[in-house]
């Protein structure tokens, strides 16, 4: 068990000094990796949350897992620069990358903010040590946008809350052992009023899940079924009716993780071979033409934009910091992502022109099939249409969306037709 | 301008006073109605204020309040981009930049400044903004190819003689001294060239924005002695690269500040305006094209803030972030500004409206030291360099 104590870190340890031990103890103790040949670490399949537990594990024993997590949790309680500093130092190490996000980045930073103090204790801690891997349940089958209005119910039966419904787009939920799920506790209220969140093991009795096929073979995302899920009153995370609040703050940590501005994310660099960034130069080479400069010119401008990127997160990191932008600053991020995103895989497929679409010498159908899934970066953590919404109104101050939902008791709503 | 320090919140909200009162866009439409790029005493005024003397060390007379004179010189630059001010900025910040350089490592060879030798007198001119400077690198007909001139500094018995043509010359008619990039024995050299010198003509040239000059010099065998040249031959490379980056950067800082006011009132005249009894702004698709105008001005200001950081620390990824800025910016800004006119309805295409004012700065910019497909161009080289073999 982790120390428990509440007192303030004490900081000891210069970021260079932290860095240094780092860097002598990941030559010790983690696997080395070519950074631009990194491991395949599909979020699709069982063996690498299995590699990734055991990785988290190391991290935790050598003393290095959530370094900005409090220490009464398992973490180091340390600032930012530290992290920064040791994901620096992991660039050549193989890292549980897919633990990042939602487990760390939104599901324990959640917990951190709602969770009661024997939630902290347990939940954040176990993931911590490598123990548990946490997926939020929000989205369903009836409408992604509108979380707010999910219809997945929880009613009390006695002294048990008993679930009924549907999620979808849960990443990888087949390897979780949480999910934080939002259901509607009341249904004679505005929408955001009679939600609650809970805290679900992922084996309970009641939940069906089934593996979602998307555009690029991948299966990592789960859609599963509530039929008579049983759950205590200590499974509510926050307060009964006030899951709302619990629902914002996941998705606040999403919109920062996505773009990549999360301190509780552990290392850097690419998940997997499928993630790793285009390298223009080669594909240049690989289609005959180094020397294009039409070609080197597009290309240029994609290494401007993921600069450009990179610079932004950054700056929109601390400028969240130090109040010059709100909180809602992390949606810029998020769009930011996706325009990139879009400009990386039209860039590429231009590039690659023929080789992209048939299979030749140059091997480079990869670039036609990444291309297919591009929209993906527009639609995960929320469509870019609802975060242009976000920026429009809670960052400029615009009027906000007509929304006939508005005060009205969620059970007078019109839905779906069926 | 968050996390500044006191000194730079002070220099800054005064520069931003003077700038109100002293160079408002009223102001800067008489200046252009009576033809007049800016006025020297004016100049003079804001060099008092310290802005000429941001690159300079103290001990040649200048001096920077937070100790990071680039970081300085971007701020004041963004706050002129808010009334899109006139003066000389750029070209005598440019010019001090490669003149400081120049001295600093003669200072460090000899371990004396040498009057002659250091050009400290014409540093402690532009400082005070007794005197304007400009760099004179563009060349007629050709794209921005600092390295590549045509004008020549062939050797004479006391020192150099200068022929050939420049354009491009901002403040050129205003300067009393260029500094001219010339191809001198199989070299790249620059001379201090003082533009009342027997054979140099000045003629102006029109450009796009209200007040920004710029001229067309021609150097007709123009003598310069020997402590013209600045720095040595095997410097000077550098000194153009440092020189460019302050250019680069001025303009980038510049166009953030255009930006930001111009998103300013775009979002006030878009939520006070109403049509179909409803303000423009509670329109999605208006509020879709706002998101997306704050989302690149927040950009600009990223990549903006990330290259004027490594001009300052002099980093070996400063030319680099300069381009990733310039490319940026240059691509995205009057495109931005265009929409904003859009916005606007037609009001925003009349004379009388001050968004063309605007326009002008950031049209000028794009194209100015390099387009956005040059630096495309220069990042992809470069990061092709940076690149690990692998």
């Not at chain 1, 249409?385 to 429009?392: D, G, L, P």
């Not at chain 2, 866009?25 to 003397?53: I, K, M, N, Q």
């Amino acid at each position: 068990m982790t120390e428990t104590t509440s007192a303030p870190t004490e900081i000891t340890e210069s970021v260079a000094e932290f860095a240094a031990r780092a860097r002598a103890w990941l030559a010790e103790n983690m696997p080395r990796i070519d950074p631009t040949n990194p491991p395949a670490a599909d979020r699709g399949e069982e063996e690498p949350w299995q590699r990734v537990r055991e990785l988290q594990k190391r991290l935790y024993e050598g003393g290095f897992a959530g370094i900005c997590f409090p220490r009464e949790y398992g973490g180091l309680g340390l600032p930012i620069d530290y992290q920064k500093a040791f994901d620096a130092e992991t660039r050549n190490y193989e890292m549980p990358m897919i633990l990042n996000t939602p487990t760390f980045t939104i599901c324990c930073a959640t917990i951190l903010d709602t969770g009661s103090e024997e939630q902290k204790r347990q939940h954040i801690s176990a993931a911590l040590r490598g123990d548990e891997v946490l997926v939020q349940l929000l989205s369903e089958p009836s409408g992604g946008s509108d979380l707010a209005g999910v219809i997945t119910r929880a009613d009390k039966v006695a002294d048990k809350w008993v679930v009924n419904g549907a999620k979808t787009w849960s990443t990888s939920a087949f390897a979780a052992d949480y999910g934080l799920l939002l259901a509607r506790t009341n249904w004679d209220v505005p929408k955001h009023e009679g939600l609650s969140m809970f805290l679900v093991p992922m084996n309970s009795a009641g939940i069906t899940l089934r593996r979602i096929k998307q555009v690029n073979g991948s299966v990592e995302f789960c859609e599963e079924f509530f039929d008579n899920l049983e759950l205590d009153d200590d499974a509510v995370l926050g307060e009964v009716n006030n899951g709302w609040h619990v629902a914002s703050r996941q998705l606040y940590h999403e919109r920062r993780a996505v773009g990549g501005g999360s301190e509780f994310a552990s290392g850097i660099g690419s998940e997997g071979k499928t993630d790793v960034p285009v390298d223009y130069a080669a594909l240049l080479e690989a289609v005959g033409q180094a020397d294009n400069e039409r070609l080197q010119n597009i290309a240029g401008r994609a290494l401007v934009y993921r600069m450009v990127h990179a610079q932004l997160i950054n700056h929109v990191y601390h400028g969240v910091n130090d109040g010059s932008l709100p909180p809602a600053a992390g949606s810029i991020i998020r769009i930011s992502h996706a325009v990139n995103t879009q400009l990386e895989m039209d860039t590429a497929l231009a590039i690659a022109g023929s080789a992209a679409v048939v299979d030749g010498a140059e091997g480079l159908l990869r670039v036609g099939e990444r291309y297919l899934s591009r929209q993906s970066a527009s639609l995960g953590g929320g469509s870019t249409e609802i975060a242009r919404n976000i920026i429009a109104e809670r960052i400029l101050g615009l009027p906000r969306e007509y929304a006939p939902d508005r005060g009205v008791p969620f059970k007078e709503v019109k839905r779906n037709r069926s | 301008m968050s996390g500044a320090s006191p000194e730079r919140l002070l220099f800054a909200s005064t520069a931003q006073a003077f700038l109100e009162k002293e160079a408002s866009l009223t102001r800067v439409r008489e200046l252009h109605d009576a033809g007049v790029s800016f006025e020297p005493e004016w100049w003079r005024r804001a060099a008092e204020l310290g802005w000429a003397g941001l690159l300079v060390p103290e001990d040649l007379g200048g001096g920077s309040v937070s100790g990071n004179g680039v970081e300085d010189l971007a701020v004041v630059a963004e706050l002129m981009g808010k009334t899109v001010a006139p003066g000389p900025l750029h070209p005598v910040s440019t010019v001090l930049a490669g003149l400081v350089d120049a001295a600093d490592e003669r200072w460090r060879e000899e371990q004396t400044i040498d009057e002659n030798h250091s050009h400290a007198t014409t540093i402690e001119a532009l400082v005070s903004g007794d005197a304007i400077a400009s760099w004179a690198v563009y060349e007629p007909g050709k794209p921005w190819a600092p390295l590549e001139p045509t004008v020549r500094g062939a050797r004479t018995a006391t020192g150099f003689r200068i022929d050939g043509v420049k354009d491009r010359v901002e403040a050129g008619s205003q300067s009393a001294i260029l500094m001219v990039v010339a191809e001198s024995e199989g070299a790249i050299r620059q001379f201090l060239v003082p533009t009342d010198a027997p054979g140099v003509r000045v003629e102006p040239q029109r450009s796009i924005d209200l007040v920004k000059r710029y001229d067309r010099v021609t150097f007709d065998g123009v003598k310069v002695d020997e402590s013209a040249a600045v720095g040595t031959a095997a410097q000077t490379p550098t000194l153009i690269e440092r020189q460019a980056q302050i250019a680069m950067v001025l303009q980038c800082a510049e166009v953030v500040g255009i930006l930001d006011r111009v998103l300013e009132f775009t979002i006030q005249w878009a939520s006070d305006r109403h049509s179909f009894g409803r303000p423009l702004a509670s329109y999605q698709a208006l509020k879709h094209r706002f998101a997306d105008l704050k989302i690149w001005l927040e950009a600009c200001r990223a990549t903006t803030r990330a290259a004027v950081a490594e001009v300052a620390e002099r980093s070996p990824g400063a030319n680099l972030a300069v381009s990733v800025a310039k490319s940026y910016v240059g691509e995205y800004a009057q495109g931005m500004v265009q929409d904003c006119i859009q916005l606007h309805g037609g009001i925003g295409v009349t004379w009388e409206h001050d968004l063309h004012l605007y326009l002008r700065r950031a049209t000028l910019y794009r194209s100015m030291f390099g387009t956005p497909e040059d630096h495309n161009l220069r990042v992809y080289g470069l990061t092709k360099e940076l690149e690990p073999a692998s």
